[in-house]
């Protein structure tokens, strides 16, 4: 039988009623006991490596789960890691940078509502979750949610309180979960026997995100530019700047620029990226200033490859080189 470890991390999933609104208080091996079908599945070991609402997590709780994925690594076939869904794409984009080419799956999944309750998603989602751990043709970092498998580079929460919570972004979803019978929409990546992880250990949280709105100004940008190692600006459409290469936007920019700090454009348009080759305003930017753009990134998976490509180097040329070197379909041009 395959051998499955769950690492819990806390969220709605684990939570209780505190007296002052839910919080995270039941256990990795409280959480299994809620779901002994698992037992039929693999043989499951549980640790607690936190228990936070994941609003607190971060970078620092992204190390640590992935340093006890490495830890364990040799000890069990898959792994299932519970955490709140607020920051679980994240944790996911970040995971999938710091743990690459794994033969063996790494699942993240959570709940709208708390295992402990009658009318939970969380077993169901636990349940679905080790189901495709423990498949031998799962690998990688995916995000299992509401009977949908998404990689763990294009997850995003998109709704707050039902549990259709999560979609895949610009990609097609990897599986789907339908009862006890796992899909799968797209043939899973071939390992040859033995093949190893790579991973890392090391990540810059000095990561800025700025979301433009019309009027804004380049104050913000000009202020903030000493407290931090990289911006992603958000913009409109498929991408251009307010005021084009020679505005006060532009002028910040230039700042940020010399001083070695590194710039990503993106666009706040949630499906479909950007392309700044389309209009003057964004053309005239990307051809005046060596910026990194997403393209069809998402927010997520931005942030977390720019932390991870800062933790390896700070050198403008190795870092758009390894930005926009794709990992598990993150950046399709
Ligand atoms: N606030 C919770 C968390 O992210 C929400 C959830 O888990 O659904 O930890």
């Given at each position: 039988m395959r051998r499955i470890l769950l690492l819990a991390t806390g969220g709605t999933i684990a939570s209780k009623e505190s007296g002052q609104g839910l919080s995270p208080a039941i256990t990795s091996e409280e959480i299994l006991s809620y779901v002994p079908a698992v037992g039929e599945l693999c043989r499951m070991e549980a640790v607690q490596l936190m228990n936070l609402d994941s609003t607190?997590?971060?970078p620092s709780h992204w190390l640590k789960i992935a340093a006890a994925i490495r830890e364990h690594y040799e000890d069990y076939d898959g792994f299932v890691i519970t955490h709140g869904t607020d920051t679980m794409a994240y944790t996911a984009a970040a995971l999938s940078y710091l743990i690459q080419d794994s033969p063996k799956p790494i699942v993240i999944t959570g709940s709208q509502k708390?295992?402990?309750?009658?009318?939970?998603?969380?077993?169901?989602?636990?349940?679905?979750?080790v189901l495709y751990a423990a498949d031998r043709q799962s690998h990688d970092v995916s995000l299992v949610f509401d009977g949908r498998v998404i990689l763990g580079t294009r997850a995003r929460k998109e709704r707050s309180k039902s549990f259709n919570a999560f979609s895949s972004v610009d990609y097609p979803e990897i599986a789907v979960i339908r009862d006890r019978k796992l899909i799968r929409y797209?043939?899973?990546r071939a390992y040859s026997y033995g093949a190893e992880p790579v991973f890392y250990d090391s990540l810059e949280d000095k990561v800025l995100l700025l979301t433009l709105i019309p009027g804004m100004g380049a104050e913000a940008l000009g202020l903030l530019k000493d407290s931090y190692q990289a911006v992603i600006l958000q913009s409109?459409?498929?991408g251009g700047l307010p005021g084009g290469g020679s505005g006060p936007l532009?002028?910040?920019?230039?700042?940020?620029?010399?001083?070695?700090?590194?710039?990503?454009?993106m666009t706040q348009v949630?499906?479909?990226?950007?392309?700044?080759?389309?209009?003057q305003v964004g053309q005239q930017v990307k051809e005046k200033f060596p910026l990194i753009e997403a393209y069809n990134m998402t927010l997520e998976a931005a942030a977390a490859k720019l932390m991870w490509?800062?933790?390896q180097t700070r050198e403008p040329e190795q870092v758009r080189e390894l930005f926009y070197r794709p990992v598990q379909c993150d950046l399709i041009r």
């Open positions: 607190n997590v971060g708390s295992i402990c309750l009658d009318d939970t998603d969380a077993r169901r989602n636990l349940f679905q979750s797209l043939a899973p409109f459409g498929v532009a002028q910040a920019m230039s700042e940020w620029l010399e001083a070695g700090k590194t710039i990503v454009m949630p499906y479909e990226g950007s392309d700044m080759s389309v209009y490509v800062l933790g």
